[in-house]
C-alpha cells in the first residue's frame, strides 16, 4: 500500500515531492516549514514557526491514518541555534509524554530568509 498527501504546494509538482507518504505501517513527512498561501507565518518567531509546522505534520498524519503518539523520530532544522530552546518548547508542547528520539541541527540557511525552522518526523503504525 502506497498513500501520499499533498499540500497544494507550488513546489510540489516542480521539484517532485508530497508532503507525507505512508508505505505499509510507516509514514514519512517531508521537510516542513511555515509556509501558508505563499507567506511565512510567523516571522522571526521560532517558537511560533514551530507550532505552525507541528499542526501542519499532524495534519497529513491523521490524513494518512495515524496521530502524533506514532512519531518514533522528529529532525529539526534550524537557522539560528543559538534559539533553539524556542523551538524545543513547542516541540515538548506537542510531543511532551510521546518523547520521540529527536535531533537538531543549524542549517545556513532554509529556502525563504525568513524561514527559521523546518521538521520532518517519521512515524510508525502498530
Not at 51 to 64: G, N
Request: net charge negative; charged share 25%.
Amino acid at each position: 500500500m502506497r498513500k501520499q498527501v499533498f499540500t497544494g504546494s507550488p513546489w510540489e509538482p516542480v521539484v517532485g515531492y508530497c508532503r507525507a507518504i505512508r508505505v505499509g505501517n510507516i509514514i514519512e513527512v517531508a521537510g516542513t516549514t511555515a509556509m501558508k498561501d505563499g507567506e511565512v507565518v510567523g516571522v522571526d518567531s521560532p517558537y511560533e514557526q514551530t507550532r505552525f509546522v507541528l499542526q501542519t505534520i499532524e495534519q497529513a498524519l491523521k490524513e494518512l491514518g495515524a496521530e502524533l503518539s506514532n512519531v518514533t523520530r522528529t529532525r529539526m532544522f534550524v537557522t539560528d541555534i543559538s534559539r533553539w530552546e524556542e523551538v524545543g518548547k513547542a516541540h515538548g508542547e506537542f510531543f511532551g509524554s510521546i518523547q520521540p528520539v529527536a535531533t537538531m541541527v543549524e542549517v545556513k540557511a532554509l529556502i525563504n530568509p525568513l524561514l527559521l525552522v523546518e521538521i520532518e518526523v517519521q512515524a510508525v503504525l502498530d
